[in-house]
């Protein structure tokens, strides 16, 4: 089965670099998640995109903006890149149809990519 | 906030015991909960979700259990092997957090040979 694939694996930037993440959600997948996992940390939700508008927001620094495209993949784009933004980027995919609306939440699953790990020196 | 906590932080026992690794939740509002295991420096592999309206869910020899109103879940493991080794993270969706999921800090199991 088709998973949700995330690029690049591995990404070493210097401070103050730019960076863009990329993820391909699951065919048919209609929204879809980031999360940031700093070291020894849990994973911590950045932003979703629902039918390519934004969705919901979490702790998503300014620095940081995301877009979904037509093709439903979508790209978190980092800038001014910080010693503390060294970590893995998760992304998730799940078929959430209307998000706002309580009906299909409770039986979603997100599935989650390989993750993106991101070093800043 | 919805607020996720899991205990123990750390766990360590032999190959062959059953265990129990323990999830609470400040919000009951929720709409679901996953478990995950995550071996280090790696992805999150699902394990199992239980939907709100669910008491308990079953893969193996994992089971999986839900009291959404007083803010708990449960994952049993039996019989266990040196390869269940990982952190394991409690996510819920629902309660005050949309519909993204919370994560709970996880618990470090070491099964030893």
């Known amino acids: 089965a088709a998973g949700v694939i995330q690029s690049p694996r591995h990404l070493i930037k210097e401070k103050r670099e730019t960076a863009t993440l990329k993820c391909y959600p699951i065919?048919?997948?209609?929204?879809v998640y980031w999360y940031q996992q700093g070291p020894g940390q849990d994973p911590q939700f950045l932003i979703s995109?629902?039918?390519?508008?934004?969705?919901d927001k979490g702790s998503i620094p300014d620095r940081f903006s995301a877009q979904q495209f037509s093709d439903y993949h979508s790209e978190l784009n980092m800038s001014s890149l910080e010693l503390g933004d060294s970590a893995l980027y998760f992304c998730?995919?799940?078929?959430?149809?209307?998000?706002?609306?309580?009906?299909?939440?409770?039986?979603?699953?997100?599935?989650f990519g390989p993750g993106t790990r991101l070093t800043v020196l | 906030k919805q607020e996720v906590t899991q205990i123990p932080a750390a766990l360590s026992v032999p190959e062959g015991e059953n265990l129990v690794l323990n999830c609470s939740f400040t919000?009951?509002?929720?709409?679901?909960l996953q478990w995950f295991r995550q071996d280090p420096g790696k992805g999150l592999t699902s394990l199992l979700l239980?939907?709100?309206?669910?008491r308990e869910q079953t893969s193996g020899r994992l089971n999986a259990s839900l009291d959404k109103s007083s803010g708990r879940s449960t994952l049993y493991i039996a019989a266990s092997q040196p390869g269940d080794s990982a952190t394991y993270l409690c996510?819920?969706?629902?309660?005050?957090?949309?519909?993204?999921?919370?994560f709970g800090k996880g618990t470090s199991l070491l099964v030893t040979p």
């Open positions: 998730a995919s799940s078929y959430d149809r209307d998000p706002r609306s309580v009906w299909g939440a409770e039986f979603n699953e997100q599935f």
């Open positions: 065919p048919r997948h209609d929204t």
């Open positions: 995109f629902y039918e390519k508008m934004q969705s």
């Open positions: 919000d009951s509002a929720i709409y679901n």
């Open positions: 239980i939907q709100s309206s669910q």
């Open positions: 996510a819920v969706k629902g309660g005050n957090s949309g519909y993204a999921l919370n």
